[in-house]
């Protein structure tokens, strides 16, 4: 694409809308569309509900859907040519998009553990999950999942659903390396019938009723993030378990506010336990060494340092080593651990009666010192020098419980130091 999709997203789903009280222009895109593409009848409409994310289709698709919408409806920003190459709308002109006919009967799922009546739980791959929802079989529904989000296009209100971009990039990138561990997805039978969804306990067989609706309940991200992940890499190994439950919609949405009250990790927690990060394991090494005057003085909650019974924050430290050492490979970690543990046993006891030289902001800068001494080979004695030059506290007007070091704070902290050091 030679634009951001999200741009040719917004003009399609405002065209839409603009056109959806009429019942014979939609008809008129939906034959366009079927003829010359061979895409599913009513499939703009499952966009415009919400019940096929547009986020979710391929770009070819979403190309063939601008090229109908420019033709049928005469709206000059969906012209594909603005958003595509030659070659791409080309390549589309002789694709077919008819549905998989392998999920159009019944949903079937084996080898199901039954939790119990309306409760079960079973494995799948990331391919058998992006055929249900490429084919309409899982769908997301607002009530049930986290609700949608009001933008203006042009003269038209367009509803999307409420994503975090980041999330999906991260749990992208954590599949494609073999990162990201099976966790829990979960869809909901949305039926009063009891017969919908049948277990079958001889088999541990499950069947869900065609043409009965499915929803997403918990875990649309993870699904942004594997259909991202298989463009890549169509044969990706990553399966997840899924639960399958049967609920009405006010269950499924007591089910929605029972998941939000999940405690999530804090920041400092967070960041203490990516352990695949190279600069994250210095950090921990440096924590956890013996006869080091930092040891187990570095939290991961605010209150042990406003209780003094820590000097700084692992994030503060963490950010230090980051911008500082900026570590590359694995042998790095214990040589720059070891070098931190020398550093601090010099710093610690030329600052600890110095009240304003102990601001846990502060210890992102006496970092940053580290990397400094490290990478010039400078003598740890010279440290004296440079802290009698450390005066005034620059966070001071910020107060020793500032909650966020921000990209600012570090700026300040850093021409503090950068200033001693000259």
């Known amino acids: 694409m030679k634009r951001d999709r999200k741009q040719l997203e917004n003009i399609l789903l405002g065209c839409w809308e603009e056109h959806e009280k009429s019942r014979a ?24 509900s919400l019940a096929r994310p547009i986020d979710l289709i391929s770009a070819e698709l979403l190309c063939a859907l601008a090229n109908g919408t420019y033709k049928v409806f005469d709206c000059p920003g969906a012209n594909p040519s603005k958003f595509f190459t030659d070659t791409e709308i080309e390549a589309v002109g002789n694709m077919t998009f008819e549905q998989d006919g392998s999920v159009d009967g019944d949903l079937k799922f084996t080898n199901v553990l039954y939790v119990r009546r309306d409760h079960y739980v079973t494995v799948i791959s990331s391919q058998y999950l992006n055929k249900l929802l490429d084919n ?41 390396k073999r990162q990201y561990e099976p966790t829990m997805l979960t869809i909901n039978v949305l039926s009063d019938d009891p017969d919908a969804c049948v277990y079958n306990s001889r088999n541990r067989s499950l ?11 918990d875990g649309l991200h993870r699904a942004y993030g594997t259909i991202k992940a298989l463009i890549n890499n169509p044969d990706i190994d990553q399966p997840w378990i899924l639960c399958v439950t049967h609920w009405p919609i006010a269950r499924a949405k007591s089910y929605i506010r029972q998941e939000d009250y999940k405690t999530p990790l804090s920041p400092e927690v967070r960041a203490s ?42 994030s503060v430290v963490l ?14 970690i214990p040589i720059i651990a070891d070098y931190l543990v020398k550093f601090y046993n010099e710093l610690v006891p030329l600052i600890q009666d110095k009240n304003d030289l102990m601001h846990y902001g502060l210890f992102y800068g006496y970092t940053l010192l580290a ?17 009698n030059k ?33």
Do not use: C
């Open 25 to 48: 222009d939609f008809e008129a895109l939906d034959d366009y569309l079927y003829r010359n593409y061979k895409i599913p009848l009513n499939l703009v409409t499952d966009i415009l």
């Open 136 to 176: 309409g079989r899982i769908v997301y529904r607002p009530e049930t999942q986290r609700g949608t989000v009001t933008r203006r296009s042009g003269d038209s209100i367009i509803k999307k659903i409420r994503i975090n971009h980041n999330h999906v990039k991260h749990i992208d990138e954590m599949i494609r």
């Open 207 to 217: 069947s869900v009723k065609k043409g009965v609706e499915v929803d997403m309940t």
């Open 273 to 314: 336990m990516d352990q695949n990060d190279i600069a994250t394991q210095i950090v921990t090494s440096f924590n956890e060494a013996p006869q080091n005057e930092m040891q187990g003085r570095i939290a991961t909650d605010t209150r042990s340092v406003s209780e003094r019974s820590a000097h700084t924050l692992f």
């Open 319 to 332: 950010d230090g080593v980051r911008n500082g050492f900026k570590p590359k490979y694995q042998k790095d």
């Open 371 to 387: 990397a400094y001494y490290y990478e010039g080979g400078t003598p740890l004695d010279t440290l004296s020098e440079v802290v």
């Open 390 to 422: 450390l005066n005034e506290n620059p966070l001071k007007k910020s107060g020793r419980n500032i909650k966020t070091l921000t990209l600012k704070l570090q700026q300040t902290v850093k021409e503090w130091i950068e200033n001693a050091v000259v």
